[in-house]
């Protein structure tokens, strides 16, 4: 019942905006989903006029198929998450994936909070909700039609089965490992961001002398989880593969971030026509500006994988391994700088954009009009009447300067405690027998710091700084903020010298 209050809190934040939010992704997304409800006779796709030419669909027949072009851009989104909006649209509206987010939402913060702190109370638990849907990019996130909410969740459900599993009962350590499995799949950077913090867990249980039984059991369900995801994605893609006989793969990410920093231009200047990548030579009079441009600009003197035809989008896939290569090898310092820059600007840059951009967009273009838009946003054609009856009834300046502002005095608050509590009794020299080597509290909150880092470091680095990238997950901070605030209170300290001597 606590739970279901808690998600209720989290889901007024999208009634009171008038609709769930989608972003340009999300109808790939759902064309994923058409095929794998098909493939596995869960549901039809449907095949109306409009259906039939939408520039997105992956389905073996359509229209957009015949030169093969979305296959390009497919691998870059999960068929499972996709799976997912495209039941709810089904069954029920974008309502019932916001509902759903919400409660998973709400749920991994109960389970979270009981497992770091097992005194604290159901008021404490709603007082945290309530602030988190009124202080963070939390329930923008949950009523958004992108896998973005299950990076954060992730994060937790990592921390809690690496350093507080014996808090919770057998049922619900599967429940999250489900959790996990399941945010691992909606996306392929939450399984380097995975892998990142397993080994960040396992490291620290080694360096504080855990039990090799204890190391060895948590590390098991960590890996079994990638294995597991992994092998969900390549199955998808054989079977896709021998469906349509064209592999789905994912843009050329790396690549266009090397050319955007810069390193790639250089490399190019100095090999071409030739080197690892004879077809990018085809560009060099691009002004390649940013990975975006590159990668998704329909202008022909501007975009490069948008713009140009199966063949050399998948030329320049395919040479995309020994282009980074080269790039690296020739200057690694500048590849490095640049992407510590590129991470340091991510973690910086967290305030929320998309998920508060109004649908009515969808409605002055009318390539949008054969996507399945119609379908997945709720009475979009409302918008086209009275466009700013769509906006989002928040203000996005307010609400960027309260997130900013929670953000920093919740990082300055977990800075200083962190360094007062001698990172929460984790460096404490001698712990009373009996204590795990490694107390769950302190080790769940520096594997969700880490977590909050790792994740602008992997997305700045890998694709671009956009706001949502981080947005998705910075809630975590004044959440944890929280926690620690109630952990002072449960142990009645007050970090000061001589408490920490105690």
């Given at each position: 019942m606590h739970v279901l209050f808690a998600s209720a809190v989290l889901f007024a934040v999208a009634a009171a905006n008038g609709r769930p939010s989608v972003f340009n992704d999300t109808v790939q997304y759902y064309s994923q989903g058409e095929y794998l409800a098909w493939r596995l006779g869960i549901a039809l796709p449907d095949l109306d006029?409009?259906?039939?030419?939408?520039?997105?669909?992956?389905?073996?027949?359509?229209?957009?198929?015949?030169?093969?072009?979305?296959?390009?851009?497919?691998?870059?989104?999960?068929?499972?998450?996709?799976?997912?909006?495209?039941?709810?649209?089904?069954?029920?509206?974008?309502?019932?994936?916001?509902?759903?987010?919400?409660?998973?939402?709400?749920?991994?913060?109960?389970?979270?909070?009981?497992?770091?702190?097992?005194?604290?109370?159901?008021?404490?638990?709603?007082?945290?909700?309530?602030?988190?849907?009124?202080?963070?990019?939390?329930?923008?996130?949950?009523?958004?039609?992108?896998p973005d909410l299950y990076a954060g969740l992730l994060i937790i459900a990592l921390a809690i089965l690496a350093f507080c599993p014996a808090q919770l009962t057998p049922w619900e350590r599967s429940m999250l490992w489900v959790l996990l499995v399941a945010s691992l799949t909606f996306h392929a950077a939450n399984i380097a961001l995975a892998a990142s913090l397993s080994v960040a867990a396992l490291a620290i249980l080694a360096v504080f002398k855990t039990p090799l039984r204890l190391v060895a059991g948590r590390a098991g369900w960590l890996a079994m989880s990638i294995l597991v995801a992994v092998s969900m994605n390549w199955a998808f893609g054989a079977i896709y593969r021998a469906d349509v006989g064209v592999a789905q793969r994912t843009p050329p990410f790396l690549m266009a971030r090397l050319l955007a920093d810069g390193p790639g231009?250089?490399?190019?200047?100095?090999?071409?026509?030739?080197?690892?990548?004879?077809?990018?030579?085809?560009?060099?009079?691009?002004?390649?500006?940013?990975?975006?441009?590159?990668?998704?600009?329909?202008?022909?003197?501007?975009?490069?994988f948008s713009t140009s035809t199966y063949e050399i989008r998948t030329r320049l896939r395919d040479e995309e391994p020994a282009f980074v290569s080269a790039v690296v090898a020739r200057d690694p310092v500048a590849v490095i700088t640049r992407l510590l820059q590129n991470g340091l600007q991510q973690l910086m840059t967290f305030y929320v954009a998309e998920p508060m951009s109004s649908p009515a967009r969808f409605l002055k273009l009318a390539w949008w009009d054969r996507t399945a838009i119609q379908r997945i946003v709720p009475d979009l054609q409302s918008c086209d009447a009275i466009?700013?009856?769509?906006?989002?009834?928040?203000?996005?300046?307010?609400?960027?300067?309260?997130?900013?502002?929670?953000?920093?005095a919740a990082w300055i608050f977990i800075v200083w405690s962190t360094v007062k509590t001698r990172c929460f009794d984790l460096f404490v020299p001698a712990r009373p027998g009996g204590s795990d080597p490694?107390?769950?509290?302190?080790?769940?909150?520096?594997?969700?710091?880490?977590?909050?880092?790792?994740?602008?470091?992997?997305?700045?680095?890998?694709?671009?700084?956009?706001?949502?990238?981080?947005?998705?997950?910075?809630?975590?901070?004044?959440?944890?903020?929280?926690?620690?605030?109630?952990?002072?209170?449960?142990?009645?300290?007050?970090?000061?010298?001589?408490?920490?001597?105690?």
């Open positions: 006029r409009n259906r039939l030419t939408d520039p997105t669909s992956v389905m073996p027949e359509s229209h957009a198929m015949r030169d093969k072009t979305p296959a390009t851009i497919a691998g870059g989104r999960s068929p499972f998450y996709g799976l997912v909006l495209v039941l709810a649209v089904r069954f029920g509206t974008l309502w019932l994936l916001a509902a759903g987010q919400a409660f998973l939402a709400a749920w991994s913060i109960c389970i979270l909070i009981r497992a770091m702190l097992p005194a604290a109370s159901p008021i404490f638990y709603q007082s945290v909700i309530l602030m988190l849907g009124l202080g963070t990019s939390l329930p923008f996130f949950a009523a958004f039609a992108m231009r250089d490399y190019l200047a100095s090999a071409c026509p030739g080197g690892a990548s004879p077809t990018l030579c085809r560009f060099t009079n691009r002004p390649v500006a940013s990975e975006d441009e590159i990668l998704w600009s329909d202008d022909p003197l501007k975009g490069i466009p700013k009856s769509c906006d989002v009834r928040a203000n996005p300046l307010f609400v960027a300067i309260v997130h900013i502002v929670v953000v920093i490694v107390p769950p509290f302190a080790g769940a909150v520096v594997l969700i710091v880490v977590g909050v880092i790792v994740n602008a470091m992997i997305c700045g680095a890998v694709s671009g700084v956009f706001a949502r990238y981080q947005a998705r997950v910075i809630w975590l901070i004044p959440l944890l903020a929280l926690l620690i605030a109630a952990w002072f209170r449960q142990n009645r300290r007050v970090p000061s010298p001589g408490a920490m001597a105690s």
